[in-house]
DNA sequence: CTGAAAGCGCTTACAG
DNA sequence: CTGAAAGCGCTTACAG
């Protein structure tokens, strides 16, 4: 390794001491008076060294790292890759480095990862928590770790938050197929006490009731996380076989739609003169496959922003708050081919 | 902030110098000779404390950040979450953190990412390399930052790798297509000096020409990188209107096969009665969609897991070699309902 | 305008 | 078996 130079190895090169040279690098030169032509030939010397500041070195005298951890659910999911990505390129656009990973929605990994995160000095974390890990958000609060949960709430938890209104979207959803003449509509959702999960299965229900549409437990089939694909499109072949009155499935998230797609062309169900389908996110599959299928969509910029401002609102403010707030984001309803008015 | 508690609070509260609590932190007390029973104390009240050591104060003093740096092109897109996905886990296994971000392809985001990289002090660079980055390359080496790279080549750098053999993949899908009867096959792929997709075309083109079917620069269709989703629609379709006379499409990666479906679907082409399609890469479109899309897919698992072994082992190294390893991935050929025997 | 020096929290060679 | 101390590269209060 060709040996890295330090501050001390320019001021020495310059006949400067190592204060001077470290205010220039800081942009402190005016401010502590060091005169022009000093600063300059700093400068210029940086620049023909091509000196980089060792951060450990500064992260130790300073305490602040300038690095956040995003910590969310599935990186290989398109809705988290791209948030990640968002967040990623705005953190960095303010001088911020991102530490990522994924939990797997496994609250020992999302435990694990925390104290990781935090082991590496992280200033900040953006999360997507999973079930079980309020103890290790208290945890964080308590020792002034500046956090923000984002995609579902904890409950009872106090945070900053950044989330969709799950409700509005599944409400808006199931209305739209009540309007266009649907009337046994099933939902496959996931067994979950996340925040989330429960809001989407309570708009579907608002929705139904309103119409007078009978609220029906054997319209809903709930799989389970964990459960590999074969068993979930097994499950949803299963379910619709059984519940052959259906006119249409509501899908509760992304990946569940996916499986729910694979699963109904098992059976040679066809959306939509068999079966209307609507889910929640969006992605390339539900925009081209044919029929294409209506969604609730995530804003997927507005939501990264709006998480990487809050956190970095909060890492840069001077003095500790203890008002913590809440942002909700509106999902977006996109009617396609899978849902038309019923004949 | 409730102050950190360090090694020397630790020390202190046991009677002991700072230096035998660190032996013990760092799994050296045996070999240092130091009573069970001290050592017993010392975890004990580690673990009481909840003491997580300095991190910063660590790498500045051992120069081993166990960090390494993640660059790839697109966070979002399915391939590369997915690889990310593999490798964070993997690096955590071995006590790696990971540090990730896009280039979106272009070549200042790269280098300001590397530099940025450096800057965090990783220990190595996983990198999708961009074209244009051969000299930031080569300083990596010269400054025995160890790297590798994988999904393309950088033409003339000697470099650790691991690449997929694009030019079987190619081969193998225009084969298959020229075998079940397609005789006017077109290809769409991305204006670029980039290995893999040069690799692309030829394998495209050593099908053809082994078949004695004539390779006509007609039948290919190059879009840019940066061209927008719209554009790129527009583009393929009309490149089918007005070569008429096609009987298969080859789209030479995985977000160019979206758009292709979409344009097919825009002029209404009937895949696979109007025209054949097969695709580099897959994904849950090309997996769900009816038909379903013929692919040469990229084991993913496998990519991932070879970069970070050959990263880590590089890294883990004791002493530095000249030599670089290269480790070329076989493409799987799937075929689906696509590309059938043609009438 | 500039310099000498403390100290961030750790690891490790050296001394006993 | 254990302790005192140097030093990793920086920032910054203090002194001039």
């Known amino acids: 390794m060709t040996k890295k130079i330090s501050i001390k190895d320019l001021a020495k090169e310059l006949q400067l001491s190592i204060a001077t040279v470290s205010f220039v690098i800081n942009g402190k030169g005016e401010e502590m008076g060091i005169s022009e032509q000093t600063i300059g030939k700093v400068i210029d010397l940086i ?59 496994n609250a020992k990994t ?46 009872e938890l106090d945070a900053n938050y950044v989330v969709l209104d799950n409700r509005k979207g599944s409400y808006d959803l199931t209305k739209h197929l009540i309007s266009n003449g649907y009337e046994d509509i099933g939902i496959v959702t996931i067994v979950n006490e996340m925040s989330q999960m429960q809001e989407r299965e309570e ?23 964990d459960d590999s694909p074969e068993e979930i499109v097994d499950a949803i ?50 925009r081209l496959f044919t029929p294409s299928i209506t969604v609730a969509a995530q804003p997927i910029r507005e939501i990264a922003v709006q998480a990487i401002d809050l956190l970095l609102s909060v890492i840069e403010k001077k003095e500790l708050t203890d008002k913590y707030i809440a942002k909700v984001i509106a999902p977006v309803l996109i009617q396609r081919e899978s849902s038309p008015p019923k004949l």
């Open 47 to 105: 620049r023909k060294r091509d000196y980089i500041p060792n951060n450990a070195a500064r992260l130790l005298r300073t305490g602040k790292s300038h690095t956040i951890g995003l910590i969310v659910e599935d990186l290989g999911n398109y809705f988290f890759g791209n948030v990640a990505k968002v967040i990623e390129l705005e953190a960095s656009k303010r001088g911020y480095n991102v530490f990522l990973c994924s939990t797997d929605n």
């Open 237 to 286: 072949a299963k379910f619709v076989k059984k519940r052959k009155g259906l006119d249409a499935l509501f899908f509760a998230t992304n990946y569940l739609g996916v499986y729910g797609i694979e699963a109904l062309k098992k059976v040679k169900i066809k959306i939509p003169y068999d079966m209307a389908v609507v889910s929640f996110d969006d992605n390339d599959l539900f």
């Open 203 to 225: 708009g579907y229900k608002d929705a139904l009731l309103e119409a007078d549409l009978a609220y029906d437990k054997s319209n809903v089939l709930k799989v389970r996380f």
């Open 110 to 155: 999302a435990k694990e990862l925390i104290r990781k995160m935090r082991n590496s000095s992280v200033d900040g974390l953006i999360i997507t928590p999973t079930k079980g890990l309020k103890d290790e958000l208290e945890k964080l609060s308590w020792d002034n770790v500046p956090y923000v949960l984002f995609d579902r709430l904890v409950s």
